[in-house]
């Protein structure tokens, strides 16, 4: 069936260091979405990317869909102790009837 | 508009009870999920419901039931709790009817089996 792998599973950056969480899907997806948890919290959406090859951005935060609609990451810049949490991706398979599968999650944590 | 209510927020059972965990919506979503979270698997989908009085099963749904009897409620029934069911148990609704796709969680239910 289909996985979505999302890597690493930790990460502990200075603050004003950068971040990267990246995710990788067995199978083409129609569309790939992004959430933050805060520890404690419940994932709060964040983004949709539909189209191959999108970029966008929030603020510090960039969000890319690969060409082939496989892969996608999450870019922050310069984080700070407010990004604290927990960024899951979540893709939607266009093949196998539209079920959302979400990546194990990368947990960010920023020193100050 | 209160989005998205989860009832309890905290339990504790012993192995072999049951209980149900409600969720409420009044967003008037026809999509409901439930979701279980265990440390380091992410969130995997239980059963999901794509209006009233329908359900179907997800990906982890062994040992689990639920009903849709009205549109804003989701109930999630453990039978006969087991300790592999202590987890953190999230409900979602989403506007589908709007063409969107955005998950809205509840504040989840911290649920421990002993």
């Known amino acids: 069936g289909q996985q979505v792998m999302q890597i690493p599973q930790y990460q502990h950056v200075q603050e004003g260091e950068d971040f990267t969480t990246y995710c990788n899907s067995s199978?083409?997806?129609?569309?790939i979405q992004w959430y933050k948890q805060r520890p404690g919290g419940h994932p709060v959406f964040l983004i949709q990317?539909?189209?191959?090859?999108e970029v966008k951005k929030q603020k510090r935060l960039t969000f890319q869909f690969g060409e082939a609609k496989k892969n996608s990451s999450l870019h922050i810049t310069a984080t700070q102790t407010t990004d604290v949490g927990t960024y899951f991706c979540?893709?939607?398979?266009?093949?196998?009837?539209?079920?959302?599968?979400f990546g194990q999650g990368t947990e960010l944590s920023v020193k100050p | 508009n209160a989005g998205v209510t989860q009832t309890p927020k905290f339990r504790v059972l012993k192995t072999g009870q049951s209980m149900t965990l409600l969720c409420a919506q009044d967003m008037n979503h026809e999509y409901m999920y439930w979701y279980r979270q265990d440390p380091g698997m992410g969130l995997r989908l239980i059963h999901y419901s794509v209006g009233e009085g329908t359900t179907a099963k997800g990906e982890v749904p062994d040992g689990y039931n639920v009903s849709r009897l009205k549109k804003q409620n989701f109930l999630l029934g453990l039978e006969s709790a087991a300790p592999s069911q202590t987890s953190v148990y999230f409900c979602?609704?989403?506007?589908?009817?709007?063409?969107?796709?955005?998950?809205?969680f509840g504040p989840g239910t911290r649920l421990t089996v002993l």
């Open positions: 199978t083409t997806l129609s569309n």
């Open positions: 979540a893709g939607r398979d266009g093949n196998q009837g539209g079920k959302l599968i």
């Open positions: 979602a609704s989403v506007d589908r009817a709007r063409g969107t796709d955005t998950q809205y």
């Open positions: 990317l539909v189209k191959s090859g």
